[in-house]
Each structure stands twice: as C-alpha cells, then as structure tokens.
C-alpha cells in the first residue's frame, strides 16, 4: 500500500514538474514586419518571468537566420551583453532596452535598415525554470527612388511689374519729348526758309 501511494507521489511529482516547465513560453508581438531600407524598427519578444527569477540567470540568443548564413545579433550570457558575438552586419545598428529584461520583453531597436536584414529571426532564450524559442519575419525593401523637385515657375512680383511700367512710361515720355523737339526744329527750319525767300524777293526787287 505504502509502496503504490510513493509511486503515484512520484508520478504526480514529474506531472507537475512538466507542467512547470511547459509553461515557460516565448513569444513574439508580430509574426512578420515590413520595413523600407534606411529605416528603423523595433523586434520584440516577451518570455515567462518568475517572481524569484534573477537576470544572473538569464540566457538569449537572438539570430538571423538566412540561406547563406546565420548572423547574431543579440547576445547575453548570465545577464550581461556579449557585444562581441555580434555579427559585423550588425554592429553600431542594434541597441536593446536592458531595463525591460526584468519584465520578460526582449526588444530590439535596429536602425539604418539595409536589404538584406531580410530574413528569420530566432530568439533562443534560456533561463533555470525553462527554455524556449520565439521566430518572427523581417522583410526589407529597396528604398523607392525620389522624383526630381520640379522648378517652380517663378512669376514677376508686383515691385517688378511696378519697376517695368515705370521704365515704359519713361520710355513713352522720352519719345514723345523727342518729337516736341524735332517739331520744333521743322518749324525753325521752315521759318528760316521762309525769310531767305523773303530776302532773295527783296534783293530782286532793288536790282
């Protein structure tokens, strides 16, 4: 009797155990993210935290994963950054909110996006009370080319239209003073002309 209710104290005891451990999750906010190239975004994962859990023992491992090849490019061993593991692809372009560790949220800023971050992302993380793995897409697209700026057409401002009258009308008054004066040298010219007549009958008449 003794010997039956030990094995289902042990039977009972690995059933909670599995359940424990099954209930370590990772997740990811967004299945799949689009981007343009040279922009900005951010990849989040949230993990199951414990009440006695510490970052000391806190491992994540975050790849991409492409056909080529798998770079890293978020690391943490025991709780602390292993800014070494990042892969060169990455390096200057991921920042990760340390302070939101604590609160099981993964959340990875990636600027100044390039085509080919298109890919998997795996974040592996690993802690005393269970491990698990969140997967999300990232595809990035060719920044899209900027039409030419069209040159404006520029219309003449009022002080220019005021400065073109004032040059007409000048022009008009000049003309119009030009013909007052050649009138009046016709009219010296045929007053001349009319006592050399004068003269020439008066001359005649003598003779």
């Not at 099954?22 to 994962?45: C, D, K, P, R």
């Not at 899209?144 to 404006?152: G, L, S, V, W, Y």
């Amino acid at each position: 009797m003794n010997r039956e209710k030990m094995i289902c104290r042990i039977l009972l005891l690995i059933q909670l155990t599995s359940c424990v451990c099954g209930t370590f999750v990772v997740n990811v906010t967004q299945t799949s993210y689009q981007a343009e190239e040279n922009h900005n975004i951010t990849l989040e994962w949230t993990f199951t935290t414990n009440t006695d859990s510490s970052t000391n023992s806190l491992f994540i491992f975050c790849e991409m994963f492409t056909d080529h090849e798998i770079p890293t490019l978020f690391h943490v061993h025991e709780g602390v950054e292993v800014s070494e593991s990042q892969d060169e692809q990455f390096a200057g372009r991921v920042q990760c909110d340390k302070d939101v560790l604590r609160e099981g949220r993964i959340r990875l800023h990636v600027s100044r996006l390039r085509t080919e971050d298109s890919g998997l992302y795996v974040c592996k993380v690993n802690t005393k009370y269970g491990r698990d793995t969140g997967r999300c897409h990232l595809n990035v697209t060719a920044a899209a080319d900027e039409p030419k700026p069209q040159r404006p057409t520029v219309s003449p401002q009022p002080e220019s239209r005021g400065r073109i009258g004032l040059y007409v009308g000048l022009g008009l008054t000049a003309a119009a003073a030009l013909l007052t004066v050649c009138a009046g040298l016709c009219s010296v010219f045929r007053l001349c002309l009319t006592k050399c007549a004068e003269k020439k009958g008066n001359v005649s008449a003598v003779v």
